[in-house]
């Protein structure tokens, strides 16, 4: 059974594990240390409250508190940044103890580093945001000579190390920095090309189906986009799209000869789908075997075929033979599920050929 002695000259409190115990240890305490503790707090209660909080005042730095920057560029003496302060000195005492005190190191590497990041599509808010350090640092690191200035030549070691730590990869882009599209483009074809349907792609993405097709048919894709289109890629490349219903599997077929006219390629087709060369596709004529008659009398009879799910042959052959039925364009667009601007490129490819 625990005991609690406390002492009538200096109000020290002590819990021991038994009145033995009081009796033996409590005696020995010692009131002018115990008056000194209760000194120094009280102390540090009166510097606490009479301490200066100073915000950054620089007109392109944004110094936060909690820092040592803040404490040296500022002046600012709050709790937190005199403890961040105190921290560092304790560091650099230790590292000077032990003879490992490195205040600097060559800034070139970190200066080629940040160039290379910022080639990459990495901007310097998003470097900074990875390293954690200030973007107006960032910015005087990458900033290169000029009128015979050499710029920082010389950064902490830890500055160093965030700086050098983060990767040229997709995962550290900004989302809304753009990219090359060609992996995005050949993922979303891959998968179209074992059967998966656009409509259902733009579903599982969150995106619209013009939306998808736009970036599809761009040189270049948002970060986010590329990320988003890689992970749906990784999920579905060795799965069957669904083929419970008719519907499904007629757009999955409709998704296979799309994709087979236009020679896109299956996943298993490339090596390394972001970086291999495009390959050679021979042209052909249009015959009558590239036309699935039950595929034109289905979207002629308005059996929810949408016009996209048809090959270039097949769409040609549908709009010529409602237009010579005398269905108008709206007419055309609105059973085929599409816009009148393509019935109408449609028609006008026909005539022209």
């Keep these: 059974m625990s005991a609690t002695r406390t002492c009538p000259a200096c109000g020290y409190t002590g819990r021991y594990a038994s009145d033995a115990l009081a009796d033996v240890h409590h005696p020995r305490h010692s009131c002018a240390k115990h008056r000194q503790a209760i000194e120094r707090a009280r102390r540090r209660v009166r510097l606490a409250q009479g301490r200066v909080r100073r915000d950054c005042t620089h007109p392109r730095a944004r110094h936060v508190h909690g820092t040592r920057v803040a404490y040296v560029k500022d002046r600012c003496r709050c709790t937190d940044c005199t403890a961040a302060n105190t921290a560092t000195g304790r560091a650099v005492h230790r590292a000077q103890t032990f003879g490992r005190w490195r205040p600097f190191v060559d800034a070139a590497p970190v200066r080629k580093h940040i160039r290379e990041l910022r080639a990459a599509g990495i901007g310097v808010e998003q470097i900074a945001v990875l390293a954690g350090i200030s973007t107006s640092h960032v910015r005087e690191l990458a900033a290169p000579e000029r009128h015979g200035n050499p710029g920082i030549r010389r950064v902490r070691p830890e500055t160093a190390q965030r700086l050098l730590r983060i990767g040229i ?12 599209a060609t992996g995005t483009r050949r993922r979303l074809q891959a998968l179209i090309a074992v059967g998966w349907p656009h409509d259902e ?29 890689s992970a749906l890629y990784d999920k579905l490349w060795g799965l069957r799209p669904p083929l419970s219903t008719d519907e499904q599997r007629a757009a ?58 048809l090959t270039v042959a097949e769409q040609d052959e549908v709009v010529r033979r409602l237009t010579e039925r005398g269905k108008s364009i709206r007419d055309i667009a609105q059973q085929l599920a599409t816009t009148k601007r393509t019935v109408s490129r449609r028609r006008a490819s026909i005539n022209a050929a």
Excluded: K, Y
């Design 169 to 180: 990869d997709q995962a550290n882009r900004a989302p809304r920095s753009h990219v090359e």
């Design 201 to 229: 792609l733009a579903a599982r993405l969150g995106r619209g189906s013009a939306s998808l097709r736009r970036s599809m048919l761009s040189d270049s894709v948002t970060s986010q986009t590329a990320q988003d289109v």
């Design 252 to 309: 999955a077929d409709a998704a296979r000869a799309f994709a087979a006219e236009r020679g896109w390629l299956p996943p298993l087709a490339w090596d390394d789908i972001d970086t291999d060369p495009e390959p050679q596709h021979i042209e052909h004529a249009v015959t009558i075997e590239d036309i699935d008659e039950i595929a034109v009398e289905r979207a002629l009879a308005g059996d929810g075929v949408r016009l996209e799910h």
